[in-house]
């Protein structure tokens, strides 16, 4: 079984690049599974762990997790009051604007409407000579985004609402798209990672920041669309 790459660790939390395709742990809207990262990230350390937060599956990058319930109860209050900092990394459909802000509520599974604001910066822009529909060529952004609220699928959802919705991303996002990336680059991951956060230790008050590597896809992606990051 392949281990988890470690990203940070102290005495009370570890952060892990979760890889594309992991689910977090069991839930009601996670269906089956064969692994996950809370069983994969214990078996390898050999001591029980608690996830602070949750990424979407198909989402990759970092995941953080505590090492005892004081500090879980402490981080998951953080990431409940939206203290902590998160920046993601996103290829998306079309040529999005130099820089924006989505704020567009959102409707969850007990059908309650909650307030949801996405910041956004494009990075690079890239034009293939692919005919795509009505359309010559096709195009893409690589965006930085920064969730400054923390709905299920707020990235995914809010991207497909401003029409820019994110490279395999289902079912959120444009399945024609998705079926021309798997045909011609033999590519099925979602072009989401999550790519670093940053909060105040409990401790000490200290600034504490946790970066993840980009995933072999999403390189692969970037190299393709010739970009250079």
Same mark, same amino acid.
């Given at each position: ?10 005495? $009370? ?24 990262? /809370? ?8 001591? =029980?762990?608690?996830?602070?937060? =949750? ?6 990058? /970092? ?31 079309? +040529? ?38 009505? +359309? ?6 690589? /965006?930085?985004? +920064? ?38 680059? $033999? ?43």
């Amino acid at each position: 079984m392949d281990e988890l790459e470690i990203i940070y660790r102290d005495d $009370n939390l570890i952060a892990i690049n979760k890889p594309h395709g992991l689910l977090v742990h069991r839930s009601e809207y996670s269906g089956i599974a064969d692994e996950y990262a /809370v069983q994969k990230l214990r078996n390898q350390l050999g001591q =029980r762990v608690h996830p602070c937060h =949750r990424i979407d599956r198909k989402t990759g990058g /970092v995941l953080l997790f505590s090492l005892n319930s004081e500090y879980n109860s402490l981080m998951q209050q953080q990431f409940a009051t939206n203290e902590i900092k998160k920046k993601y990394l996103a290829i998306v459909r079309g +040529f999005t604007e130099d820089s924006g802000i989505i704020d567009y509520p959102l409707t969850n599974d007990s059908g309650k409407t909650q307030e949801a604001i996405t910041e956004y910066k494009t990075l690079q822009r890239a034009e293939l000579n692919i005919p795509f529909g009505k +359309f010559e060529t096709s195009r893409y952004s690589l /965006v930085e985004v +920064f969730p400054q609220t923390g709905r299920m699928h707020q990235i995914r959802k809010h991207f497909a609402h401003i029409l820019h919705p994110i490279i395999g991303d289902r079912p959120h996002g444009c399945n024609k798209q998705n079926r021309m990336f798997k045909e011609k680059f $033999n590519m099925t991951t979602m072009m989401l990672h999550a790519q670093e956060i940053s909060f105040k230790y409990p401790a000490t008050n200290e600034e504490i920041k946790i970066q993840a590597d980009l995933q072999s896809e999403f390189q692969r992606m970037i190299q393709m669309m010739g970009w250079e990051y």
